[in-house]
């Protein structure tokens, strides 16, 4: 645990009462909530990206927890970030296809002395 303490799940309190200890807790404004959310994504994230493929679905749902706290405090309900996500899959596909994109060659004559233009330069998410 960091020196200012870490956001953690509703019932950890109670976790560690029931072991006889006394956990010190305070609860977050709303600004300090925001930013420990997204802290607590990140961390949640590098756990996921380290976990061997038998830990992965725990982390990858604790992962998914903090997305849907990380909604519900932009005011999104999850019935609301799935129909998102369904409308921007419909859209843009998803990741099924294990597609790579390394950049686009043009056919026309380039000003600027090449003709390709590669990933990561224009493409919104």
Request: hydrophobic fraction near 35%; charged fraction near 35%.
């Amino acid at each position: 645990m960091t020196a200012d303490g870490k956001l953690v799940r509703d019932l950890i309190p109670d976790i560690i009462r029931a072991k006889g200890e006394e956990p010190i807790t305070y609860r977050a404004d709303a600004a300090e909530y925001r930013r420990r959310l997204r802290d607590k994504l990140a961390e949640e994230v590098d756990e996921f990206l380290t976990a061997d493929d038998e830990d992965a679905p725990e982390e990858l749902a604790d992962v998914l927890e903090v997305v849907y706290a990380l909604a519900a405090n932009l005011g999104v309900s999850r019935d609301q970030l799935e129909k998102i996500r369904q409308e921007k899959a419909a859209a843009r596909g998803g990741f099924a296809e294990r597609i790579v994109w390394s950049g686009v060659r043009s056919s026309r004559p380039s000003t600027c002395g090449g003709s390709e233009h590669h990933a990561g330069t224009s493409d919104k998410k």
